[in-house]
């Protein structure tokens, strides 16, 4: 089994996985959750054993099931030791009803980060990231408690996901001019056919020495080539969520189709899976410090850090890219 690879996530001295493994399918309710705590618990502690160090979830994954989960695998492991480990989860969304459930306000993100300990059982958690851009509170609000928590030991670093380069800038600047601790890293959906974060997050990420861990880099399942042009797999509920999931459905295009095509065939040279081929062509953008898979079984996670053992040269790279554009605001997005 190929041996894991790690690296300094962004400009920082934390040491991370080359593969990230997320943890929103952990938990119960929607179809394509694993709905299993059990094989849940299983799929993380292989993960522990292949030497994927860094786990990445959120209080709203399976509304703190999902932490709960993921602290239940960590408790019951000898492979890492707390020190070696990096844990993050996220805040932003609603986690129940009424006022002051969701958002980055200060009194939010202080209560949710107690809970989200709480629920994974541990004193402090390595990079708590925000989920989304709050316009409802002013970023100083949210960079001033963000920095409290590191200040009060319960963060190591704090990390953004998902927004523009102006917003995500301004963040960045602000952390700068007002001393509090900057976001060390952002977690952008990219992928070989989802690419619009190349002309949005992804130079600022790179000026600034910020880390770059992509969310959805199989592109929800499509660049496994599981699906054909009707949506259909050999799996009924895959099949049954292509044909009710909007996000699935998006992929099916022309250009996407012929992105997936080009790694069919790179696959098929390297006697690799679409999957692996998907996962090194992050793996050898210079930008990205570590993908984070959603594996649903042990199975897929083994394909998956197969990826580390796939190497693609600048022809590889350039056939993957030339059916696509990359666009900001990307179609279908804006």
Request: aromatic share 8%; with cysteine; net charge negative.
């Amino acid at each position: 089994m190929t041996d894991m690879e790690y690296t300094t996530l962004g400009d920082t001295g934390l040491e991370v996985s080359r593969l990230c493994l997320g943890c929103m399918n952990f938990g119960s309710g929607a179809e394509w959750m694993m709905n299993d705590r059990d094989a849940s618990v299983d799929l993380l502690h292989r993960a522990f054993e292949l030497g994927v160090n860094f786990l990445d979830t959120a209080n709203v994954y399976s509304q703190g099931e999902s932490e709960e989960i993921v602290g239940e695998a960590i408790a019951d492991q000898d492979v890492f030791s707390r020190e070696e480990l990096v844990v993050a989860t996220k805040v932003f969304g609603p986690m129940g009803d009424g006022p002051n459930r969701q958002g980055l306000s200060r009194k939010h993100v202080l209560d949710q980060c107690e809970a989200s300990l709480d629920r994974l059982g541990l004193e402090y958690v390595d990079l708590y990231q925000i989920h989304r851009w709050d316009d409802d509170t002013p970023i100083e609000e949210t960079l001033a408690a963000l920095d409290h928590l590191i200040e009060t030991g319960k963060v190591r670093y704090v990390g953004a996901s998902t927004m523009t380069s102006y917003e995500f800038t301004k963040a960045l600047y602000t952390a700068d001019v007002e001393n509090y601790s900057r976001f060390v890293c952002m977690q952008p959906e990219y992928n070989a056919v989802d690419r619009h974060e190349e002309a949005n997050l992804l130079p600022v990420c790179e000026g600034e020495g910020v880390g770059v861990i992509p969310w959805s880099p199989l592109a929800g399942g499509f660049l496994t080539g599981k699906y054909d042009r009707e949506g259909d797999t050999d799996d009924a509920d895959e099949t049954r969520r292509a044909d009710t999931d909007e996000y699935t459905e998006n992929r099916f295009t022309d250009e996407n189709w012929a992105v997936l095509e080009e790694i069919e065939a790179i696959a098929d040279e390297l006697d690799a899976t679409p999957a692996q081929v998907s996962l090194a062509w992050l793996l050898h953008k210079p930008v990205v410090d570590s993908p984070i898979v959603g594996p649903r079984s042990v199975e897929h996670l083994e394909e998956n850090v197969g990826a580390l053992d796939v190497t693609l040269t600048d022809d590889h790279l350039a056939r993957v890219e030339a059916p696509k554009t990359p666009r900001w605001p990307a179609p279908g997005k804006d």
